[in-house]
């Protein structure tokens, strides 16, 4: 599913060079659980910002399901990762001024579906985190954990083949996060969804298949 060759990463500072990931090779199979683990600055988000797209590396490259995701048109790009990806991250960037369901629609209303179909989707969704109730609510009138759930609802109305997650339980007590875990693992395992999760929970980390640790820029 998802394949890394010497991938790099730098970030220039008064034009010093700050290398932040030194040649990452490694491969992921479809619907495996990953946990991405390390100490603070150590490149974790950087990666999964790259797997994802939203950020490029300095050398190598990414192949998902055999596409070489960098030598895609920015626009090519953008239509791709829209299908193909869904992010969850610690703050779970809600459009406030939508609904719960109108924000679970919008990468379905974005790919060009119907109104209909996209709200069908994002309904049957919505009822599968446990939000059917919900749905009409803006992300103001709603709990950190309601929130976060409409941000997985989002992240999978298109069915993603890969679910990238950076700390989505970052900012939430523990029940909150056991029950995050447990829709995102429930999710991994109805959809075959590749699950990448970045976490410092070794409690979390335990719960994937694998886990990969990142040390000074190197996986160890």
Do not use: Y
């Not at 069915?159 to 447990?182: H, K, Y």
């Amino acid at each position: 599913m998802i394949e890394a060759v010497s991938l790099k990463k730098s970030f220039f500072l008064d034009q010093r060079e700050i290398p932040v990931l030194k040649g990452l090779d490694f491969t992921i199979a479809a619907g495996e659980r990953i946990a991405i683990c390390g100490e603070s600055g150590a490149g974790k988000s950087t990666l999964l910002q790259i797997i994802g797209s939203l950020d490029k590396p300095s050398a190598g490259s990414i192949k998902i399901s055999g596409l070489d995701v960098f030598a895609q048109s920015e626009r090519d790009l953008a239509q791709w990762r829209n299908q193909a990806l869904g992010f969850v991250f610690q703050f779970h960037h809600l459009l406030p001024e939508f609904t719960a369901l109108e924000n679970v629609m919008t990468p379905a209303l974005i790919n060009g579906d119907s109104n209909t179909a996209a709200r069908r989707k994002a309904t049957r969704l919505l009822t599968k985190v446990g939000l059917d109730k919900r749905q009409k609510h803006k992300p103001g009138e709603l709990s950190g954990g309601e929130q976060q759930r409409v941000a997985l609802a989002r992240a999978l109305v298109m069915e993603p083949r890969v679910l990238l997650a950076d700390e989505p339980t970052g900012n939430l007590d523990a029940g909150t996060s056991d029950e995050i875990v447990e829709l995102l693992l429930e999710c991994n395992r109805g959809f075959n969804t590749t699950l990448l999760l970045v976490t410092h929970s070794q409690r979390l980390a335990a719960k994937m298949d694998r886990i990969i640790v990142i040390e000074n820029g190197q996986i160890i």
